[in-house]
């Protein structure tokens, strides 16, 4: 060894290259079955898509929906003259 390469120096970048190569493997693997897990569940629902249709035609899953459900509210035909006023009067100050 030369004078500027002591034994915890060495130690030190052995431990951190052996803990780098750690992780990296630890990702891969993570990646790998990531993978794996979407392959097999892009499969499953094929094959349910398959089951359900008539003639084995693939189709397209049904969608879940996402947010709240619409509303519709209906006015009478004062209401509705009313919120036209409404609109009218915020109208004014702009």
Known sequence: MSEHETSPRTTGVTVLTLVAVACAAGVADALRRRRE?????????????????????PTIPRQRRAGPRTEAVW???????????????FGEYD
Do not use: C, K, S, Y
Request: hydrophobic letters at 35%; charged letters at 35%.
């Open 75 to 89: 006015l009478t035909d004062a209401e509705r003259d009313a919120f036209a006023g409404l609109v009218r009067r």
């Open 37 to 57: 897990r979407a392959r097999r569940r892009t499969q499953g629902n094929m094959e349910a898509a398959e089951a359900h249709t008539p003639h084995g035609i």
